[in-house]
């Protein structure tokens, strides 16, 4: 008998709608972010009582309207991880966290994925998972709130879990 439970495929047309919801998060994500060098992270368990984590580091701007990638092969794991998120199958619960490089301090907002869709993470609780622990040189980070993202549908999304 496995250690953990085996994970079952999705259906293509639930992967098909959650991977058109991953896109248009990222990209509300990307514009709520604004202007800067951002970090997105992304963690993610699994049914089978695993985590994945996915990371990616962007830098956008708007005059002129730009956005960079750093690393190609970071944000096509970071996109694939929040598509399986948001389909729901596989995942029990995922947060995504991003920080801002900023002065004096970074910040950082999160993201909890709940019914197919990203939701603003409790502030309070955001700064506990930011905070560094006890004795490990970090860097602080300042929480807070993230911008409600507003859910755009398309008819042909319809699933179960969206």
């Given at each position: 008998?496995?250690?953990?439970?085996?994970?079952?495929?999705?259906?293509?047309?639930?992967?098909?709608?959650?991977?058109?919801?991953?896109?248009?998060?990222?990209?509300?994500?990307?514009l709520?972010?604004?202007?800067?060098?951002?970090?997105?992270?992304l963690?993610?368990?699994?049914?089978?009582?695993?985590?994945?984590?996915?990371?990616?580091?962007l830098?956008?701007?708007?005059?002129?309207?730009?956005?960079?990638?750093?690393?190609?092969?970071?944000?096509?794991?970071?996109?694939?991880?929040?598509?399986f998120?948001?389909?729901?199958?596989?995942?029990?619960?995922?947060?995504l966290?991003?920080?801002?490089?900023?002065?004096?301090?970074?910040?950082?907002?999160?993201?909890?994925?709940?019914?197919?869709?990203?939701?603003?993470?409790?502030?309070?609780?955001l700064?506990?998972?930011?905070?560094?622990?006890?004795?490990v040189?970090?860097?602080?980070?300042?929480a807070?709130?993230a911008?409600?993202?507003?859910?755009?549908?398309?008819t042909?999304?319809?699933?179960?879990?969206?």
């Amino acid at each position: 008998m496995p250690v953990h439970p085996e994970l079952v495929r999705p259906a293509d047309d639930a992967i098909a709608a959650a991977m058109s919801r991953a896109l248009t998060a990222l990209a509300l994500v990307i514009l709520a972010l604004g202007d800067g060098e951002h970090t997105i992270n992304l963690v993610a368990e699994r049914t089978d009582d695993t985590f994945v984590r996915g990371q990616a580091d962007l830098s956008t701007g708007t005059d002129p309207v730009r956005l960079t990638v750093l690393d190609e092969d970071d944000y096509a794991v970071l996109r694939t991880l929040l598509v399986f998120a948001l389909e729901g199958s596989t995942v029990r619960g995922a947060v995504l966290v991003a920080t801002t490089a900023a002065e004096p301090r970074p910040r950082a907002c999160g993201w909890t994925v709940r019914g197919g869709w990203l939701h603003p993470m409790d502030t309070a609780d955001l700064q506990r998972a930011v905070t560094p622990c006890p004795g490990v040189p970090a860097v602080r980070r300042e929480a807070y709130r993230a911008p409600a993202l507003p859910r755009i549908t398309d008819t042909d999304e319809e699933s179960p879990r969206g």
